[in-house]
């Protein structure tokens, strides 16, 4: 019985190391029975329940909750009855840091949560009672992160200065986040091997690359070892927080730095290039850009060239690409060159396609009208294009029965007329076209109906020194109108009542023309008919009036 009664009093004992009226400056084991707002209430296995105050605890009181078990040491008795205990878990952390310290000395790494930035520095609280100063020469990863995000972050540091004063009433502690780092860091790169495949997560992108966390350190990703294709966009391809597979393709452990490839995770695209896309190989590619030059073409990852504008269209190539293609359109392309040395592969659409102009005659003959588009207006004329590949000229002359002046009189870019082929020259890669003459003559009505001396209804469409040019209204053709065949002024636009003087229509020798006259009657004087001899046998007949004004003009000048 004496026995059991030892053995029960030795395990009470054991489970109540705190028995004894608690003594300041003593340790005790504390039993958090009640939390408020400024201090926790605590069970020390005396009489009396402890308090601590909010400034001796090591958290804030909203973390602790009843039941969690802490060690303190005991400060004071307060009251009028000195029954109140107090206190101090805030004490007790100090006194065991201080010890382990003294122990360690430099080099020990600590815990702590900066409390705020200050002159040169931050201050820096470790294990929530210990004050500490981490200069900003020691923090170089933590000086570019804004101030207020860093309070009350947990951080490991390394202390580099561990001083005791006024016979250790106080201490001089400073920290150092660098040398802590780079000690790891370097013990981390030691332990990488070149070749070695490692994975991460994207912390920074720039325009020259991108770091990559990989747990102890950050690497870089240069912008040439991301992919084989050197046109890619960064900030398309990573976003923050990716994650990342890579190859180490160097290490400096002296300056703490690592550089990581993703494109060597493939093989080199430009190898055994030749076999893969020989000269004369069509392939399909994508646009990946459009310049006034030509069109950027890819083949595969890394395979990239250019079509040049002369290898894209047959005949005038000289035209707006991008009306014709957009980045990411699909296209069938010729390889036409190979340049390993410098990795260049040049490509052709047009030789895909092939050329227009064979066998043109075969598909097409002199005397056949065909829908065309305009696609140039010169001074002397229109190109036409009669199908992708073939264009033909009209001369301005085959542009209208009428006198035209200037072929954007007529037509404008992009419009569908109808042309006839007049010649087909396939090894000049030439058509001569005629637009008029898909039209009806109406000269050859007028011909027949009208002599000299019918009377006609004219617009006057302009004047010139040497008469004016006047269309006939119900033939819808033009003729001229001398100096000398009228008098007083008159002005374009108006509408006159005429007579036929002369007609000319010779159709084998692409001759009409015609005179007209304001005058009642024929003039019978010599000197009338002496100019209008001199008028018509100094000026050849042509298929306009416009040759016939410039001719008289000059010879007035």
Known sequence: MERETNEELEEYLQNNENLGTPQPGEV???????VGSEHVIVDVSAKTEGMINVRD???APEEYKPGDIIEAIVTSYRGDDESKLYLSERKYVIRQLLSELKKSGKGKVVKGHIVRKVRGGYNVEIGGALSAFLPGSQASSLNSVDPSKLIDQEYEFEVITFEQRRRGKSYNIVLSRDSMINKKRAE????????QKIKGKVDEITDFGVFVDVGAMTALLPRSEITWDKSVNIKEKFHIGDEVEAIVISKEPEKGKMSLSTKRLTSDPWENI??????????????????????FVKVEEGVK???HASEIFYGNYRRN??????????????VIDLDIPKRRISFSIKRVVGDPWEGVEERHHIGETLESKVVKLLDNGVILEVEDGVSGFAHISELSWNFVKKPSDLLQKGQTVNAKILEIDPESRRMRLSIKRTMEDPWEKLSKEVKPGTPVDCEIVSVKNSGAIVKVLNYD???FLPRSHFSGDIEEGKTVKAKVHKVSYNPKLDERDMVITLKDSFSSKKETKKKEESFFNSAPMTTTIGDMVNQKSEKQK
Do not use: H, M, W
């Open 477 to 479: 053709v033009e003729g």
């Open 188 to 195: 981390f790169l030691n332990s990488i091997q070149e070749g």
């Open 274 to 295: 030749e076999s893969k896309y020989p000269v004369g190989t069509v392939t399909d590619a994508i646009v990946t850009g459009v310049v006034p030059f030509g069109i």
């Open 28 to 34: 005790r084991k504390c039993t958090v029975i009640q």
């Open 305 to 307: 060239g250019l079509v």
């Open 57 to 59: 605890l090591v958290k």
């Open 321 to 334: 690409l991008k009306d014709y293609f957009e980045e990411g359109q699909n296209v069938k392309v010729e």
